[in-house]
C-alpha cells in the first residue's frame, strides 16, 4: 500500500452535474498530481498541485478544477459531466524536490457517468 | 509533447518462462522512466525505475534497459509467476515536477 486514499471509491453521476472526488496524501509527500484513465488505456496526466498552488496542466478543459489543501490533501472538480468523463480518476502524491519523480498512486474513484 | 508508445499490448508466457515488454519515447529531454503494475481494481504500483544517467537496473526478477540514443527502454521480468499476471505500463518524465507520460500498457498473463 502506498499510504494514498481517496474517497469515494465509487461514484455515479448523470450528464451536467459536478462531481468532487478527494485524495489524502502520502505523509510527507507535498505535491500531489491527477490523473484520468479511460478503460484500456495509460494514465493521462490532469495536473498537479505543489504548496497549494497549480504546478502543470494537462491537455483538460477548465471544467476540470483542482484545489490543495494547507495539509497536502487535495480535491479534483468536475463541472458539466460529460459521458465521456466516466473513467478512473487517479491520485498520486510524491516530495518536492530531489527524489520528486517518484509517484505513488492510490487506488483510485472510478467514476461512471450516465 | 511526449509520446510514448508500447508493445506488445498483450503477452502470455508459461510460468518460468522470462518476459520482455519494450518502450520508445520521442522527447530526447526525458530523463526519468518508471514501470508500473497494475492489477485489478487498484491503482498502479511503481515496481522499478531508472534515469537517464544508468543503462541498467536490477531487482530481484526485474530489471530495466535503457538506450537514451533509440530513445527505448524495456522491462525484463524473468522466472515468471502467476502473480506476475497485471497490466503494466511505462512512463517517461523530465523528473520531479513533471509530468508523467504513459504508454497505453500490456497485459501480461502468466500461465501455470
Known amino acids: 500500500e502506498t499510504g494514498v486514499t481517496q474517497s469515494p471509491t465509487h461514484l455515479i453521476k448523470t450528464r451536467g452535474q459536478q462531481v468532487t472526488l478527494r485524495c489524502s496524501s502520502q505523509?510527507?509527500?507535498?505535491?500531489v498530481s491527477w490523473y484520468q484513465q479511460a478503460l484500456g488505456q495509460g494514465p493521462q496526466f490532469i495536473f498537479q498541485?505543489?504548496?497549494?498552488?497549480?504546478?502543470g496542466r494537462g491537455n483538460f478543459p477548465p471544467r476540470f478544477s483542482g484545489l490543495q489543501f494547507p495539509n497536502y490533501s487535495s480535491e479534483l472538480n468536475v463541472n458539466a459531466l460529460e459521458l465521456d468523463d466516466s473513467a478512473l480518476y487517479l491520485c498520486?502524491?510524491?516530495?518536492?524536490?530531489?527524489?520528486?519523480?517518484?509517484?505513488?498512486f492510490g487506488s483510485g474513484t472510478q467514476l461512471s457517468v450516465l | 509533447g511526449e509520446n510514448v508508445e508500447q508493445h506488445p499490448s498483450t503477452l502470455s508466457v508459461q510460468e518460468g518462462d522470462s518476459a520482455v515488454i519494450k518502450c520508445t519515447y520521442s522527447?530526447?529531454?526525458?530523463?526519468?522512466f518508471p514501470w508500473y503494475k497494475q492489477e485489478l481494481g487498484k491503482g498502479p504500483q511503481l515496481i522499478i525505475d531508472?534515469?537517464?544517467?544508468?543503462g541498467e537496473k536490477k531487482d530481484q526478477r526485474i530489471a530495466v534497459t535503457l538506450n537514451k540514443t533509440a530513445k527505448h527502454f524495456s522491462l525484463h521480468i524473468t522466472e515468471t509467476q502467476p502473480e506476475d499476471s497485471a497490466v503494466y505500463f511505462c512512463?517517461?518524465?523530465?523528473?520531479?515536477?513533471?509530468?508523467?507520460?504513459f504508454g497505453g500498457g500490456t497485459r501480461v498473463l502468466v500461465k501455470p
Open positions: 522527447d530526447s529531454a526525458s530523463n526519468y
Open positions: 498541485y505543489y504548496r497549494e498552488e497549480e504546478n
Open positions: 531508472i534515469r537517464s544517467n544508468v
Open positions: 498520486a502524491s510524491s516530495l518536492g524536490g530531489q527524489g520528486g519523480e517518484k509517484l505513488f
Open positions: 512512463a517517461a518524465s523530465k523528473g520531479a515536477g513533471n509530468k508523467l507520460t
Open positions: 505523509s510527507g509527500h507535498n505535491t
